[in-house]
């Protein structure tokens, strides 16, 4: 027998054959067993989720009553009778809502070693909805919890299956999809973090900065929060271009990708140096005549007028890796500067 809410409930006897289960408590009932297969239900929870604030005389008499009904609409003797209430006998994949639990989890633990096999199975679970979390009871107080829950799950899930999808280099094909889910749930900051990222990858980073600033807006709005940092450095990293186009480093790629790849560069070695959001251009020479100095002496300080740059062509200096930099190359790569260095703003 298989039992699926994750929707309108529905059914489905060994042979795929529908069975009807009519009547709103009945429903209920089976909804609330089935949410926990193979375990025993407490009759009090069991009259409590049919009855809510309103139950009859005699509870547990008119509960046994509604049991024997569903016996008898059920293919074979799954409800058995416990002590303390009721139970669903069951495998748990029979039912649905367990399945796309147990399948969300395993996707989200492939993540991170497979991003490919996580997209299928993620896909797999997602598959399973066919609506709203249990739709014949979500208008019950009652099972707000369980509905919400479930919601959260699926959404996270959906989460998931992007970032696999990310990760094995389908960013472009994402940008529709993500626009409208981030339109959806425009507080969701991952969902809009991948957002950004599938707009790069499309080779759109201003649309990835203005979806930034309407997150930021809309966060401002509803919650008086600003983004988390973990978005704010997106944005920065986007800003400087350093958002990769494709898969990130060490992700699967996709089938039709191409075989040869670029040899992954060597990561900077950390600094405490504050990042450069803007290009610098246009005192070439000074940088040249710093690297000088600085391929010299132990010690090297600027002077100048107040407002003259000296922070700016310090830090600039004791950045080596900048494109177009004289300092990429001469005092850096000296033998006698075996460590990066590290920016103190004199007292």
Known sequence: MRISMLGALDVRGEDGSGVGVGGTRLRALLILLALEPGRVVASELLIDG???????????NALQALVSRLRRTLPGAVVESHPAGYRL?????????????????????ALARDPAAAARVLREALELWRGPALLDVAGSDFFRAPVTRLSELRTA?????????????RGRELTAELTSLVAEHPLRERLVGALMRALVAAGR????????????????????ADPSPELSALHTAVLRGEVPAGPPPGAAQPADAAAD?????????????????ASFVGRDDDLSHVASLIGTFRLTTLTGPGGAGKTRLALQSARPCSTGSPTASGWWNSPRWARRPTWHRPS
């Open 50 to 60: 049919i009855w809510a604030h309103d139950p009859p005389a005699g509870a547990a």
């Open 89 to 109: 006998a069951v495998e748990p994949d029979a039912v649905d809502a367990v399945r796309f639990e147990r399948l969300a989890s395993e996707g989200r633990g």
């Open 157 to 169: 899930a959906l989460e998931d299956r992007i970032e696999a999808d990310l990760r094995v280099g």
């Open 205 to 224: 980073p201003a649309e990835a900065l203005t979806a930034y600033a309407a997150a930021r807006e809309a966060l401002a709005e509803e919650l008086g």
């Open 261 to 277: 790849t670029a040899a992954p560069s060597a990561p900077a070695p950390p600094t405490n140096l504050r990042a450069g959001l």
